[in-house]
């Protein structure tokens, strides 16, 4: 069938991990491949030979060889997986596909050498293989099998994919349906989460570390991490690796990686960044599990770096080890089973629940130094650094399972795969929350933007939305992050919105009211029954509304008393205690008060403090050995952490909803009548209007009827079908914005008008020399009422296709009241998207105005979700206006634009 552009597998190679964590390289046969190929056949065993072939085949010839290493997709495609580099690259295994008659079904064979079978390497071939099949509108697999092959039935069974299998003439015929996607994606999704945490899992639990560059001079990073590693009680065994010295710190040292007796899990490599690539081949014939590799100069450093980091990706690949950095500071894990210090940092945190993830090594010694002095205890420290391999994804599908994780921060500068974080973080956060930075503008806001759409989707936009719809918590300074923390680790989140404040002095009680108001809590009057009983022992001049303002004379005992009653109140979700430092009040006996009451207490509700001295990191505010009263300087930043707290509990109870299927939706008319309308451009182009038109009506969005005329005469039999009054608008591929340039004319009463219209938008594009950019005209009949929307996407190279809603018009730039999803929409993101827009009432009613068709307007996203989501070949797509009806009255696309890749 008829496409509109011709689309090709990735042909570069990918990095697959399989279950037990090691990586293994794929990527798409070739013709220089008949060499390897045919070592593979004559290593396969003959049973291997049998189940493959059907029969014990026993010799492959240069025709065979030549027809299976020339791929030709559709008709037929072929991955192999390999180990080894170079001209030691060795094909360990192939998938490939043969395009059946139909053009929608292809059969498929794989075979895998003897001696790595059973590892996850069929499952990961099959899933690469339907992924570049589905872009070629492939529906179906069909595999032959011989029952006798279970290991090949069982990946089938395994995968998730939707199955008919029949037995017949002594083989199993097995029909796999590549359009239901929900249980293999699943599936998909918890295989990667396995064998990526099981990758993470031997890096730091080690049970013997090699310290290449170990050495005996204070000042090295060698000689730091092995001293880290010895002072820090590490439980395994420790290797120096330093050819120049007989022994480091007492212990034995070796030449190389090689002369060490027994295995090695992991290496630590603190050498110079040239000597890195020979100790990695050392590595990889030791059969070394991973390295963490400290050395910088990489892709950090100029065109030299980013050559010797492609050959570092290239050898570790190979050899089928993962790698945490380089340029990085190392890796900690405080586990008392493991006691794990391979950093060159100088401070030693303290053990805890709280696991850091670092891509800047310079500011891991900071953040390490940082929960140092505020007591967090940390589980994990992980010092990325180039994220050659390890990335955060990998780490944070570590710590959704990991037992003395209970809360992650991360530092982020940029994203490797940000979709795939996106979906990690959003399974993660509603386990444990996840704070993170992120740092550093990305190039893409300041990319020329055609459409409204892109103009408003800048980089930091896309970043927001995908934190704010994967439950991230987003800080924007170190400090906050910390404050966070403190909080998240130390105290529950709250029920609701409702604080009470608590404090010895006026205007820090109205700070922290202030802000609360700011940041979406709500500072509301206590009970009548707490306001009794606190007027029983409160000065009169003290206020007990809410803030509780108990004057500066108040004592240590007032804070008891006070606190413990706020804490009973029903109307209160949250107590934030605030205290200044009069002469009649010590800190340490408020600080002992509020332990007190915190010891005793067994609620649910969280407390915060503010201790507006400078005495204050002094103050002890623990309530046992592991959990403590968060205190903070300012009441701002205690609010500030605790809406933080609030927003996050929102997010965790949220429902999470799914994604819709729409039925009688016709994909292949689409691309095959529609899209054939138009002619593919090299460099991409608009969509005619009409042909816009057609898309968005194959989906069910509503569109105002559209006719294309080429003359005045065809205009006035076009518009005179239509009806009168008629809006007349310029027909191009190349003029975006009609209204900059002339091109619309609105209220066409008559015939003469029509004809008139169509002359003056001539003339004025002749006079602006744009008469070549004129391709006709299309009529459409007026459309009177509706709030105007605009409803567009944009695709993010980073973070894929990006959803926009907002108040529509021309005016929409200037107005910036828009609001963001990632794309796919689930059936709960449109009515969350309108909540942002400041413009809601305009459509929910206001002053008067009549309430609109809400419900259309969002199912009519979630069908504009569904176009984007079949067709990736669109880059840019456009409803400006779409005019929202009133309730029950539907909705109407006015203007569409749809922009194609070439």
Known sequence: MPQYRTIYPDTSEIDVVLRAGQSLKVRPITTADKKKLEELFYRLSPWTRYLRFGYTKSYISETELAYYTEIQPPQRYAYVATMGQGEEERIVAVARWFLAPDGKSAEVAFVVEDNIQVRGIGTALLEQLASAAIKFNIKRFVARVLPENTRMLEVFDESGFKLVKELEEGAYEI???????????????????????????????????????????AESVGGAIF??????????????????????????????????????????????????????????????????????????????????????REKVLSYGMRVIGPNCLGIFNGDPDVQLDATFSPVIPPSGNLSIGSQSGALGLALLDYAKSMSLGIGDFVSIGNRVDISSNDLLEFWEDDEKTHLIVL??????????????????????????????????????????????????????????????????????????????????????RRVGILTNAGGPGVLAADACEGMGLKVQPLSGETRKKLREFLPAEAAVTNPVDMIASAPAEYYDRALSL??????????????????????????????????????????????????????????????YIPSFSFPEDAVQALAHGYNYARYRAREEGHIPKFPGIDRDRVRGEIFRKERPVPEGKWLY???????????????????????????????????????????????????????????????????????NMAARLEKAGMLDKMEGVVLQKMIFGGQEVIVGMTQDPLFGPLIMVGLGGVQVELMKDVSFSLHPLTDRDPGRMLKRLKSLPMLTGWRGRSPKDVKTLEELLLRFSALVEDFPEIEEMEINPLLVFGEGKGALAIDARVYMKG
């Open 175 to 217: 029909t796999i349906d590549l359009e239901e996607q929900e249980e293999f994606s699943k599936r998909q999704a918890y295989r990667e989460h396995i064998a990526r945490s099981a990758g993470v899992r031997r890096i730091l639990y080690p049970k013997s570390v090699a310290v290449v560059g170990a050495s005996r001079s």
């Open 227 to 312: 001293r880290n590693l010895l002072q820090g009680g590490f439980t395994g065994t420790i290797f120096p690796v330093n050819p120049n010295t007989p022994s480091v710190g007492g212990v034995l040292s070796y030449p190389s990686v090689l002369d060490i007796p027994g295995d090695v899990d992991i290496a630590v490599i603190a050498i110079p960044a040239e000597r890195v690539l020979d100790v990695v081949d050392q590595c990889g014939k030791k059969g070394v599990w991973g390295l963490v590799i400290i050395s910088a100069g990489f892709g950090e450093a100029g065109p030299a770096g980013k050559e010797r980091e492609r050959q570092l």
């Open 411 to 496: 530092y982020l500068e940029s994203f490797g795969n940000p979709r795939k974080f996106s979906r990690i973080a959003r399974r993660v956060s509603h386990i444990k929350p996840i704070i993170a930075v992120k740092a550093g503008k990305s190039e893409v806001g300041a990319r020329a933007a055609t459409s409204h759409t892109g103009a408003l989707a800048a980089a930091e936009v896309a970043v927001d939305a995908m934190f704010r719809e994967a439950g991230v918590i987003r800080v924007t300074t170190i400090e906050e992050m910390f404050n966070v923390a403190k909080y998240l680790s130390n105290q529950p989140l709250p029920k609701g």
């Open 566 to 627: 706020m804490l009973e109140d029903p109307d209160i979700d949250a107590v934030i205690v605030i205290y200044i430092p009069p002469l009649v009040t010590r800190p340490e006996d408020v600080a002992a008060a509020i332990r007190k009451v915190m010891g005793r207490y067994t609620g649910e509700k969280p407390v915060l403090a503010c201790f507006m001295t400078s005495r204050m990191p002094e103050l002890d505010l623990h309530i046992n050995q592991k959990k």
């Open 689 to 759: 209007p009409e042909v816009c038109a057609e898309l968005l009506g194959a989906y069910g969005i509503p569109v105002a009827l559209t006719r294309p005329a080429f003359s005045a005469e065809e205009a006035v039999r076009q518009a005179g079908g239509i009806g009168f009054p008629v809006a007349m608008k310029l027909r191009s591929s190349a003029v975006v914005h009609k209204t900059d340039v002339g091109g619309v004319e609105l209220n066409l009463e008559n015939e003469e008008e029509v004809r008139q219209a169509y002359g």
